[in-house]
């Protein structure tokens, strides 16, 4: 949702804007053509240093990337010399690249190692630790409270058993442990449980909360913070921090405060789910610092 996003982020000349989840670096990329703007990104993969060089040879002093993840953000912007910004964008998905690459062990359609970080250097967790080391109710949990599986009690004694006479050590091996289980029409039967790891590992749902408290620090007046979210418990976070701080719950002018330019959450069209499937369950939220 690239035009999206940009359309409603409305980059503007030798203004600063903060690309939270630079990735394979579209958004930055598109925000830097559309306007004489600075674009500040951020990604915790390192593979993603790869695309930012790219940038920064093509838009020099426009563009400044830095490794990190959402909590870092404060640091990262204070080395800068950046007070504040004027407009950023968060996309959370989980980028092709990182999907489609066997090692990750991201996806249960390549057979790969169960790694699943997204710093695979400062991240110690693994999802391989995880399904071998962790007793039967903390599995359970993670899979009922991270992705909503309602199974998750029965994949959860699943893999204990399994892993009595085999180190449970592939996404493939994980994957047809829950297949045995799940039955899902629309959906891979794994998709859940993969990405209750996933968030876990990541501390995803923590990071989020973080780059949103600082959105209320750093955006400046009339400037923007627009959100793509792919799954439910993201959306959750989203929408209700906005909601909070939201001009209709505060009477003092004085409140950092939203308001909320999308009432409900814009969804890709059809064309492009036709061109990127896994844009599906994607939900677009805005937000204008007032």
């Known amino acids: 949702m690239v035009n999206e996003v940009v359309s409603f982020l409305k980059p503007k000349h030798e203004k600063i804007y903060l690309d939270c989840t630079f990735g394979q670096g579209g958004y930055s990329k598109k925000i830097l053509e559309s306007s004489k703007c600075s ?25 400044s990337f830095g490794n990190i993840k959402f909590s870092d953000l404060r640091i990262f912007l204070q080395k800068k010399n950046i007070n504040t910004i ?3 964008v968060i996309d959370l998905g989980v980028s092709n690249t990182q999907l489609n690459d066997p090692v990750r062990g991201f996806s249960f359609n390549h057979d ?41 009690r029965r994949i959860a ?5 399994f892993r009595k006479k085999r180190k449970i050590n592939s996404t493939k091996i994980l994957s047809d442990i829950i ?5 899902y029409k629309f959906k891979h039967p794994a998709t859940r449980v993969f990405q209750a790891l996933r968030i876990v590992i990541n501390e995803e749902l923590n990071e989020l909360e973080e780059a949103l408290k600082i959105s209320l620090e750093i955006l400046t007046k009339n400037s923007r913070i627009v959100v793509v ?18 001009s209709q719950n505060y009477k003092s002018d004085n409140r950092n405060v939203f308001r909320i330019i999308t ?14 499937p896994r844009s599906k369950s994607a939900k677009l939220r805005v937000a204008e610092k007032i």
């Not at 995880?130 to 991270?146: A, C, M, Q, T």
């Not at 009432?263 to 990127?276: A, G, Q, V």
Request: glycine share 2%; proline share 3%; aromatic share 12%.
């Open 39 to 63: 674009v500040y990104a951020i990604d915790r993969d390192f593979n993603s240093l790869k695309y930012a060089k790219d940038l920064t040879q093509k838009f020099k002093k426009r563009f």
């Open 86 to 88: 004027d407009g950023m």
């Open 112 to 152: 790969g190692p169960l790694d699943m970080r997204m710093d695979n250097i400062n991240t110690k967790l693994t999802a391989e630790i995880i399904v071998n080391e962790y007793d039967e109710k903390e599995l359970s949990d993670i899979f009922f409270y991270y992705g909503e599986e309602r199974n998750s």
């Open 157 to 161: 004694s699943s893999i204990v058993e």
């Open 179 to 183: 297949q045995r289980i799940n039955k």
């Open 229 to 246: 979210a792919f799954h439910s418990l993201e959306d959750k976070i989203i929408k209700n921090f906005f909601k909070k701080n939201s």
């Open 263 to 276: 009432k409900k959450p814009i969804t890709p069209s059809s064309e492009e789910i036709k061109i990127n």
